[in-house]
């Protein structure tokens, strides 16, 4: 069916929007299965003949049979039953699966939009640009699960970053080119936010969003649970102030929380800045809507930021955490995205 410019035009937006929302999708089940400690489950990266779970009793037994022989099996789970075996499966090879979809769901219009024609140069190479970013998050994830096959219980917290961050990246890109695709025109005011301070703010929340990867790979958010003090004290009493320094801070759970906690503070004081300099000035009320939504969600997310410190990573709260980040992390290209479109 040949498509008109309008229709093309409705059609590329509905399937960046739903590729955006089902890469956020992953990202949040990405974080379940991580809360869960199912990440270790499947043991194989079969690309094709993974898609299929096991299904017969022998079938259950022989997944189950290889994860018996990593050490998280041997050092933390030993006494881990079937039934409980497949809870910790099912989350990952959900994971996997949508992962599966998302790509497949991208390459095939993406195949039909190219050989019809129906995209601009500039849009052929973003697109396939994701495309890549998208099989290389493959690769990702497995390098992720290796790590944590052989001498670790758990997988590297600094491949955990990796595959997170891309994840954000993935996002970011789709979501960039869905608001590209809807807007129509430019705005009519003539002024600009000074000093790129939007995008600075973008670049710090994925920054924070890749060491609360790191909070998360080392089990950090399980300690010093109070706020605003690390116990008794603002820097944590198990480590030395010259620790931040050096590769301690990402080895260290004390720091990475620390330092987490703290880029918070400085996002938040940073974006006051922000908010002061739009509700100062007039001919900035074309964003004021957009900067509100932001600090409402960054204040959404510090508020549960906090609860999950006092409750210790209890997965109700660090997973309500994960999918605020996103939302605010959604508010923020569309803050972004508003302030780059004046003429």
Request: include cysteine; hydrophobic fraction near 55%.
């Amino acid at each position: 069916m040949d498509l008109n410019k309008n229709q093309n035009n409705k059609f590329i937006s509905l399937w960046l929007l739903l590729i955006t929302f089902l890469v956020a999708l992953i990202i949040i089940v990405g974080g379940l299965t991580r809360l869960t400690d199912s990440g270790l489950s499947i043991t194989k990266w079969d690309l094709f003949t993974g898609i299929f779970p096991p299904i017969s009793l022998d079938d259950w037994e022989k997944s189950f049979s290889l994860y018996k022989k990593i050490p998280e099996y041997k050092l933390i789970n030993s006494s881990m039953t079937l039934d409980q075996f497949k809870i910790i499966y099912w989350w990952e090879y959900a994971h996997r699966l949508l992962g599966r979809a998302i790509v497949l769901l991208f390459i095939l219009p993406l195949i039909y939009l190219t050989f019809k024609r129906k995209l601009s140069k500039k849009n052929i190479f973003s697109f396939y640009f994701i495309l890549f970013l998208m099989l290389f998050q493959g690769f990702v994830g497995w390098y992720m699960v290796k790590s944590g096959l052989v001498d670790r219980t758990d997988v590297s917290q600094y491949r955990l970053s990796l595959h997170l961050t891309l994840a954000i990246i993935i996002f970011c890109i789709l979501f960039w080119n869905f608001l590209k695709n809807v807007s129509q025109s430019n705005f009519e005011s003539k002024i600009k936010i000074s000093f790129y301070l939007p995008i600075i703010f973008l670049i710090i929340l994925i920054l924070q969003i890749s060491l609360g990867a790191f909070v998360s790979g080392l089990d950090a958010g399980q300690i010093y649970q109070s706020w605003p003090l690390m116990n008794q004290s603002y820097f944590p009493d198990d480590s030395m102030f010259t620790d931040l320094f050096s590769l301690k801070v990402f080895e260290t759970p004390s720091l990475a929380q620390f330092i987490h906690r703290n880029v918070a503070y400085i996002m938040l004081v940073f974006f006051l800045v922000i908010l002061f300099i739009v509700f100062k000035n007039d001919d900035l009320t074309y964003l004021r809507k957009s900067t509100i939504l932001v600090f409402l969600f960054l204040l959404l997310q510090f508020f549960l930021g906090i609860l999950t410190i006092i409750f210790g990573a209890q997965i109700f709260f660090a997973s309500m955490h994960q999918l605020c980040s996103i939302v605010l992390l959604a508010a923020t290209l569309i803050l972004v995205f508003k302030n780059s479109r004046i003429n």
